[in-house]
T-cell receptor, first 111, second 118 residues
Framework: GNSVTQMEGPVTLSEEAFLTINCTYTATGYPSLFWYVQYPGEGLQLLLKATKADDKGSNKGFEATYRKETTSFHLEKGSVQVSDSAVYFCALRGSQGNLIFGKGTKLSVKP | SAVISQKPSRDICQRGTSLTIQCQVDSQVTMMFWYRQQPGQSLTLIATANQGSEATYESGFVIDKFPISRPNLTFSTLTVSNMSPEDSSIYLC???????????????FGSGTRLTVV
C-alpha cells in the first residue's frame, strides 16, 4: 500500500543554516505529494506541493522536487530562520482521496 | 481555497461521556476526512465521510466508537463515544481543494479540536 517515510527528528539548526528533511514514498502510480507545516499551537498549513513527476514545489524559501526515480520528495531551504521552527509533515494523496502522512519532523532553529 | 470552521476548539471531558465535533465548510465538497493526531504523533485517518452514504472507516476505527454524520455537502460531525483517557488527542477535519486529471491541488484542514479525557 501507499506509505511515506520521513526523516525523524528532532532537528536543531542554527539560524542561516541549510536545511534538508528527507522524505521517500511508496505508491502505485504517481500521486500528488505535499509538505505541510504545523507551527507551535497552530493548525496544519500547506507549505508546498508537486502534482507530477519532476515538478518542483516552492514557497517561503522552501523547495522540494518530485523525483520518481528515487521516489523522493526532500524538503530544502538554503537559510533557515527562527520563525521556521515547526513540525514538518511529508504526505501523499492516497488512492481513496485522503492524505497519507509521514511521522513528522520537528525543527528547532536557534538564534 | 475552502475555509473550514471547526468546533469546539478544545474540551475537557469525563470518561464515559461523548463529545460531538462539528465542521462547517464554506463551499460544497464531496468528501470530508476526519483525522486523529495523538500527542507528539502524526495524523491518522479515522474515516471518510460522503454525503448520502455511510462513512468509510479505517482499520482500527469503528462506527460505534466514532459515529459520523454528513447531512449535506458543507457539514459533518464526528462523535467520540464512551471516552477514555486514551482518546485524548487532537481531532481534525479536512477537505480536498481540487482534484483534476489525477492531480491534487491541496487540502484544507480545520483548526482542530484538542480533547482531554479525565
Amino acid at each position: 500500500g501507499n506509505s511515506v517515510t520521513q526523516m525523524e527528528g528532532p532537528v536543531t539548526l542554527s539560524e542561516e543554516a541549510f536545511l534538508t528533511i528527507n522524505c521517500t514514498y511508496t505508491a502505485t502510480g504517481y500521486p500528488s505529494l505535499f509538505w505541510y507545516v504545523q507551527y507551535p499551537g497552530e493548525g496544519l498549513q500547506l507549505l508546498l506541493k508537486a502534482t507530477k513527476a519532476d515538478d518542483k514545489g516552492s514557497n517561503k524559501g522552501f523547495e522540494a522536487t518530485y523525483r520518481k526515480e528515487t521516489t523522493s520528495f526532500h524538503l530544502e531551504k538554503g537559510s533557515v530562520q527562527v520563525s521556521d521552527s515547526a513540525v514538518y509533515f511529508c504526505a501523499l494523496r492516497g488512492s481513496q482521496g485522503n492524505l497519507i502522512f509521514g511521522k513528522g519532523t520537528k525543527l528547532s532553529v536557534k538564534p | 481555497s475552502a475555509v473550514i470552521s471547526q468546533k469546539p476548539s478544545r474540551d475537557i471531558c469525563q470518561r464515559g461521556t461523548s463529545l460531538t465535533i462539528q465542521c462547517q465548510v464554506d463551499s460544497q465538497v464531496t468528501m470530508m476526512f476526519w483525522y486523529r493526531q495523538q500527542p507528539g504523533q502524526s495524523l491518522t485517518l479515522i474515516a471518510t465521510a460522503n454525503q448520502g452514504s455511510e462513512a468509510t472507516y479505517e482499520s482500527g476505527f469503528v462506527i460505534d466508537k466514532f459515529p459520523i454524520s454528513r447531512p449535506n455537502l458543507t457539514f459533518s460531525t464526528l462523535t467520540v463515544s464512551n471516552m477514555s483517557p486514551e482518546d485524548s488527542s487532537i481531532y481534525l477535519c479536512s477537505v480536498e481543494e481540487t482534484f483534476t486529471s489525477d492531480r491534487s491541488y491541496g487540502y484544507t484542514f480545520g483548526s482542530g479540536t484538542r480533547l482531554t479525557v479525565v
